[in-house]
C-alpha cells in the first residue's frame, strides 16, 4: 500500500514536472514570437477565425496547387505566370499582413480597405494580363488610361511592401525618387530625369520593373522550395536534425552549443530566415547552452550566428542557390558546389569557437543517457531524409530543380506514411500548405518592391555610374579594394531586409563592377550573398542578434559583438575566395590541380582552427592578448591560399603550440610540488 502511495507521488512529481517544463516552454514561445513580431514585419500575421479562416486555408491550398502545376507540367507565358503570381501575393499580403503594428489581429474578417486594396490589385492585375500582348506588338505604346493603371500598381506595391517588408519600402521609394530627381544630383550620378509616364512604361509595362527576374524567381524557386521546407518541417524533419545533431555532437565539450550550431544551420538552410530559424530553434537551444554553463550573451550569439549561415549553405541556400544559377547562368550544381566549402568552413569555425569556449570555462558535454541513440533515430525517423535524396538525385540526373523539387514534396508525403508517428494526414498537408504560403508572402512581396529598384538600375543606368566611381577609386586588379567597399554596401542594404532581397538589390548594382574590376562571376555573386546574409548579424540593426538576445535575456550589444567573433570566418572567407577562387569547388583557376585544391582546404580548415583560438582566448591553455594575435595572424596565414603563406603559419603554429605544452607541463609540475610540500 505504502508503495503504491509513493509511486502515485512519484508520478504526480513528474506530471507537475512536464508541465511546468510545458509552462516554460510555451511562455519562451511567446516570448520569442513578440520579440519577432518588433523587428521581423514577416511575423506580423493577422490570426483570423470563422469563415474566413476556411476561406484563407482554401486559397493557401489553390495556390500552392496552381504554382506546383505550372512550374512543372502546365504551361503559360511567362509574363502571365509572373502577374498572376504578383496579384495573388499582393492580394495574401492584403489579407493576412495588418495596416497598423497595433491592429488587434485576432480578426472574424479583413477591413473595408483592405475589401478596396483586393479589389483594385485584381482589376489592375487582371488588365494587364488581358492587354499586355497587345501593348507589346505596338511597341509599348501605352494610352493615359494604362498609364492610371500603372501607377496604381505601383502604389498598391508599396502598400503591400510597407506591411509585409518593413524598411525595404523606403530603400525603393528613394530608388524611385531618383528616376524624378536625377536632374538635381551633381556629379556622375546625375541624370536628365525621366516623365511619369516612361517611368511607369519601364516599371509596370516593361519586362525591367516590377515583372522583371525578381518576381520570376519568386514565382519559381522561391515559392516552390519554401513550400517544400514547410512539408519538411511538418513531416518531422527538425526532429531527425535535432536528435541527430545530438548523437553527433552532444557529448562533447559544449555539446548543447554545438546541436545549435548544426540543427540551425539544417534548419536555416531549408527555410531561408535567419529571424525566424532563431525564433524556432532558438528557444530550445539558448535555455539549454545557459543551462549547461555558458553565458547568455554568447548562447545567444552562437543561436543568432548558426541562423544566419543558413542562406548560404548548400545544398538548398534558402532557395538562393538557385536565384544565384539564374544570374550567372551557370547551373544549380556548379553554384551548389562553389558555396560549398565557404559555407561548411563557416560551421567549421563556429563549431570550434563554442569548443574552445567550453574549454576555457571547464563545460561538459550532456550526459549519455539524454543522448538519443542514433541507430534507432535513424530506425524510427531515417526515412525523413528521403525527400533531400529525391532532390539531389533528380537534379544529378539532369532534371530541373523546380521539377525536382516538386517530385521531393510528394516523396516527403509518400516517406511519412513508412512510419506511423510521421504519416502527414489530409490536415497536415494542408497546414503544410498554409505554412509555406504564409512563408512566401514577405519575400514575395519583396521581389516585387524590389523591382522598382532593378527597374531604377536599368533604366537610369545607375549601374554603370557607380561602376564608373568605383573604377576611379579602384583600379583593375584592385579586388582587395572593391571587396571592402562592397561589403561595406552588402552590410548596410542588407539590414533589416530579407537575405534573398539583400541579394537582388547588391547584386544589381554591385557584381558587374567587381567583374570589370577582375573577379569571376560566381566569387562575385556568393561575396555579395555571404556579406547580405551576415548583416542578420552585424550591429546596429541585427535582427538575428535582436531576438536571440530577447530570448537569452542578454544585454545586445555584447550579444551582437561576440555573433560576429563567432561568425568571424564568415566575414574574412569572402575576401580570401576573391582573390583567389581555389576554395571555391568547380570554380578554382584553369590548370589548378585536385592536390592543390585539397591542400588549400586543409589549410583554411587549420587556419579556422586558430583563428577560433585567437577569438575565444583558448588553445590548449588559456590564452593571453599577445598568444590571441599570434593565433588571429597564424589563422589568416593559414586561410589565404598560397604556400608561401602556409609554410610561415605552420611554423608560428607549430612554436605557439610548443610554447603552450611547455607552459601547461610547467603548470603541472609547479602544482605537483605545492602538493609535495
Same mark, same amino acid.
Given at each position: ?6 509511486k ?31 523587428? =521581423? ?5 493577422? =490570426?483570423?477565425?470563422?469563415?474566413w ?9 489553390l495556390?500552392v ?10 504551361? &503559360?507565358e ?18 493576412l499582413?495588418?495596416?497598423?503594428t497595433k ?13 478596396i486594396?483586393?479589389?483594385? +490589385? ?23 488610361f494604362?498609364n #492610371?493603371?500603372g ?27 531618383y528616376?524624378?530627381?536625377g536632374?538635381?544630383v551633381?556629379?556622375t550620378?546625375?541624370h536628365?530625369?525621366?516623365?511619369l509616364?516612361?517611368?511607369i512604361? !519601364? ?10 527576374s ?24 527538425s ?13 562533447s ?10 540543427v ?5 538552410m &531549408? ?8 525564433? +524556432? ?9 545557459? =543551462? ?10 552562437v /543561436?543568432a550566428?548558426a ?6 549553405l ?28 565557404p ?11 563554442? !569548443? ?14 539524454? &543522448? ?8 524510427n525517423?531515417? !526515412?525523413?531524409i ?20 516538386v ?5 516527403t ?7 506511423? !508517428?510521421?504519416?502527414?494526414g ?13 512563408g ?9 518592391i ?6 531604377t538600375?536599368s533604366l ?7 561602376g ?9 586588379g ?6 571592402i ?15 534573398i532581397?539583400?541579394?537582388v ?8 563592377v ?11 555573386h ?6 547580405a ?6 550591429p ?38 576573391l ?10 583557376p584553369?590548370?589548378? /590541380?585536385?592536390?592543390? &585544391? ?28 599577445? /598568444?590571441?594575435?599570434?593565433? #588571429? ?7 589565404h ?5 602556409d ?5 608560428m ?25
Amino acid at each position: 500500500m505504502k508503495k503504491d502511495e509513493n509511486k502515485k507521488t512519484e508520478d504526480n512529481c513528474i506530471d507537475s514536472l512536464d508541465e511546468l517544463v510545458h509552462e516554460e516552454k510555451e511562455q519562451l514561445d511567446m516570448e520569442a514570437k513578440q520579440l519577432v513580431e518588433k523587428v =521581423d514585419t514577416e511575423s506580423r500575421v493577422r =490570426d483570423y477565425h470563422g469563415p474566413w479562416k476556411n476561406i484563407i486555408t482554401i486559397l493557401s491550398v489553390l495556390w500552392v496547387v496552381f504554382q506546383l502545376y505550372y512550374t512543372t507540367i502546365g504551361t &503559360i507565358e511567362a509574363i502571365t505566370f509572373r502577374a498572376i503570381h504578383a496579384a495573388i501575393l499582393l492580394v495574401f499580403c492584403f489579407l493576412l499582413y495588418p495596416a497598423a503594428t497595433k491592429e488587434n489581429r485576432k480578426r472574424s474578417k479583413p477591413s473595408i480597405f483592405d475589401f478596396i486594396l483586393i479589389c483594385l +490589385t485584381l482589376f489592375v492585375f487582371t488588365y494587364f494580363v488581358l492587354n499586355y500582348n497587345r501593348i507589346a506588338l505596338t511597341g509599348g505604346f501605352v494610352s493615359d488610361f494604362e498609364n #492610371i493603371i500603372g501607377l496604381i500598381a505601383i502604389i498598391l506595391a508599396f502598400f503591400a511592401a510597407k506591411r509585409a517588408t518593413g524598411g525595404l519600402v523606403w530603400l525603393s521609394a528613394i530608388f524611385l525618387a531618383y528616376n524624378f530627381i536625377g536632374r538635381m544630383v551633381p556629379g556622375t550620378l546625375g541624370h536628365g530625369g525621366f516623365s511619369l509616364p516612361r517611368i511607369i512604361g !519601364h516599371m509596370f509595362w516593361g519586362s525591367q520593373g516590377i515583372f522583371g527576374s525578381g518576381i520570376g524567381v519568386s514565382a519559381t524557386y522561391i515559392f516552390v522550395f519554401i513550400v517544400f521546407g514547410a512539408f519538411l518541417n511538418l513531416s518531422g524533419f527538425s526532429r531527425l536534425a535535432n536528435n541527430i545533431s545530438l548523437a553527433m555532437v552532444g557529448r562533447s565539450a559544449g555539446g548543447p552549443a554545438k546541436v545549435s550550431v548544426v540543427v540551425s544551420g539544417l534548419m536555416g538552410m &531549408i527555410n531561408g530566415s535567419a529571424v525566424a530559424n532563431v525564433a +524556432t530553434t532558438g528557444i530550445i537551444t539558448i535555455p539549454m547552452m545557459k =543551462d549547461t554553463g555558458y553565458k547568455a550573451e554568447f548562447a545567444g550569439a552562437v /543561436e543568432a550566428a548558426a541562423s544566419t549561415g543558413g542562406q548560404f549553405l548548400p545544398p538548398v541556400m534558402g532557395a538562393v542557390a538557385f536565384l544565384m544559377a539564374e544570374f550567372t547562368g551557370e547551373s544549380y550544381s556548379v553554384v551548389a558546389m562553389a558555396a560549398a566549402v565557404p559555407a561548411v568552413l563557416y560551421y567549421f569555425g563556429m563549431l570550434m569557437a563554442v !569548443h574552445f569556449e567550453a574549454k576555457k570555462l571547464g563545460l561538459k558535454g550532456i550526459d549519455k543517457e539524454n &543522448i538519443p541513440d542514433a541507430l534507432k533515430v535513424l530506425k524510427n525517423d531515417g !526515412h525523413l531524409i528521403a525527400p533531400l535524396i529525391s532532390l539531389l538525385g533528380f537534379m544529378g540526373m539532369g532534371y530541373t530543380p523546380l521539377f525536382a523539387c516538386v517530385v521531393s514534396i510528394f516523396v516527403t508525403i509518400g516517406a511519412s506514411y513508412l512510419r506511423k !508517428h510521421t504519416r502527414m494526414g489530409l490536415k497536415t498537408i494542408i497546414k503544410a500548405c498554409e505554412d509555406g504560403v504564409r512563408g512566401v508572402i514577405s519575400v514575395g512581396v519583396s521581389c516585387v518592391i524590389i523591382g522598382l529598384i532593378v527597374g531604377t538600375v536599368s533604366l537610369t543606368g545607375l549601374g554603370l555610374k557607380f561602376g564608373y566611381i568605383m573604377l576611379r577609386v579602384v583600379g583593375p586588379g584592385e579586388l582587395l579594394k572593391a571587396g571592402i567597399m562592397v561589403a561595406i554596401m552588402s552590410i548596410i542594404l542588407g539590414m533589416g531586409v530579407p537575405g534573398i532581397a539583400a541579394y537582388v538589390i547588391v547584386t544589381a548594382v554591385a557584381v558587374p563592377v567587381m567583374i570589370q574590376v577582375g573577379s569571376l562571376p560566381i566569387p562575385a555573386h556568393l561575396f555579395c550573398l555571404m556579406y547580405a546574409s551576415l548583416s542578420n548579424i552585424t550591429p546596429p540593426v541585427a535582427m538575428s542578434v535582436y531576438v536571440a538576445s530577447g530570448i537569452a535575456k542578454s544585454d545586445f550589444t555584447k550579444t551582437g559583438i561576440l555573433a560576429c567573433m563567432v561568425g568571424l570566418s564568415g566575414f574574412l572567407l569572402p575576401f580570401f575566395f576573391l582573390l583567389n577562387p581555389i576554395l571555391l569547388l568547380g570554380v578554382a583557376p584553369e590548370g589548378t /590541380e585536385i592536390l592543390q &585544391i585539397a591542400i588549400a582546404i586543409v589549410g583554411a580548415a587549420a587556419g579556422i582552427i586558430f583563428l577560433s583560438a585567437g577569438t575565444q582566448g583558448w588553445y590548449l591553455r588559456k590564452s593571453g592578448y599577445f /598568444e590571441r594575435i599570434i593565433f #588571429i595572424a597564424v589563422g589568416l596565414l593559414m586561410i589565404h591560399p598560397s604556400s608561401g603563406t602556409d609554410i610561415v603559419g605552420v611554423a608560428m603554429a607549430g612554436l605557439i603550440t610548443l610554447y603552450q605544452l611547455y607552459m601547461n607541463k610547467n603548470d603541472k609540475k609547479i602544482i605537483f610540488q605545492g602538493e609535495e610540500k
